[in-house]
Antibody, heavy 115, light 111 residues
Framework: EVQLVESGGGLVKPGGSLRLSCAAS????????MSWVRQAPGKGLEWVGR??????????DYAAPVKGRFTISRDDSKNTLYLQMNSLKTEDTAVYYC??????WGQGTLVTVSS | DIVVTQTPLSLSVTPGQPASISCKSS???????????LFWYLQKPGQPPQLLIY???NRFFGVPDRFSGSGSGTDFTLKISRVEAEDVGVYYC????????FGQGTKLEMK
């Protein structure tokens, strides 16, 4: 059974940083293209960014609102995906989901950016 | 950026009746590999999204056959032949021919 478990969310002040993790199991993590998708309170889904499998180059892509502030990385030896979020803004407040190949999803972790 | 736009934004349906959601893309979603990168998700209350339909018309594992997807190019439709209570939630289309982009969502409720 595929499992994706996000962690690391919490309350952070504007301008601060936070690192989210997503622990994966039940599938071959190293083959997967992994993405982060967020959902602001009461709003729709917004794709944040992705990292391709190393076999496909391991490159990253980001949505415009987070480019230059967020960094996605992966550790295939630990079956773990990361999202480093810097220079956080109040509009980054959301539940952050990790997803494998945009098919399997975690339950999400809440990030609140507020003073 | 390729934007996808859904209509309607909300639907109120009597159980057993059909429902239909439209998704229009700002550019064709037909890739040179022959696939069309349009997906449908359902987010039930309090849950993460779940994949319903991939590449326009293919039902994902375990998705009931009352759900069907159709369309081509820039115009797509999700149909539910007979809505059931468990179908309540928000439906999203998503394109991934370029960087993924979700539609605004369509909230389905029971009458």
């Amino acid at each position: 059974e595929v499992q994706l478990v996000e962690s690391g969310g919490g309350l952070v002040k504007p301008g601060g940083s936070l690192r989210l993790s997503c622990a994966a199991s039940g599938f071959t993590f190293s083959y997967a293209w992994m993405s982060w998708v967020r959902q602001a309170p009461g709003k729709g889904l917004e794709w944040v960014g992705r990292i391709k499998s190393k076999a496909d180059g391991g490159t990253t892509d980001y949505a415009a609102p987070v480019k230059g502030r967020f960094t996605i990385s992966r550790d295939d030896s630990k079956n773990t995906l990361y999202l480093q979020m810097n220079s956080l803004k109040t509009e980054d407040t959301a539940v952050y989901y990790c997803t494998a190949n945009m098919v399997d999803w975690g339950q999400g972790t809440l990030v609140t950016v507020s003073s | 950026d390729i934007v996808v736009t859904q209509t309607p934004l909300s639907l109120s349906v009597t159980p057993g009746q059909p429902a239909s959601i439209s998704c229009k893309s700002s550019q064709s979603l037909l890739h040179s590999d022959g696939k069309t990168y349009l997906f449908w998700y359902l987010q039930k209350p309090g849950q993460p999204p779940q994949l319903l339909i991939y590449e326009v018309s293919n039902r994902f594992f375990g998705v009931p056959d009352r759900f069907s997807g159709s369309g081509s190019g820039t115009d797509f439709t999700l149909k539910i032949s007979r809505v059931e209570a468990e179908d309540v939630g928000v439906y999203y289309c998503m394109q991934s021919i370029q960087l993924p982009f979700f539609g605004q969502g369509t909230k389905l409720e029971m009458k």
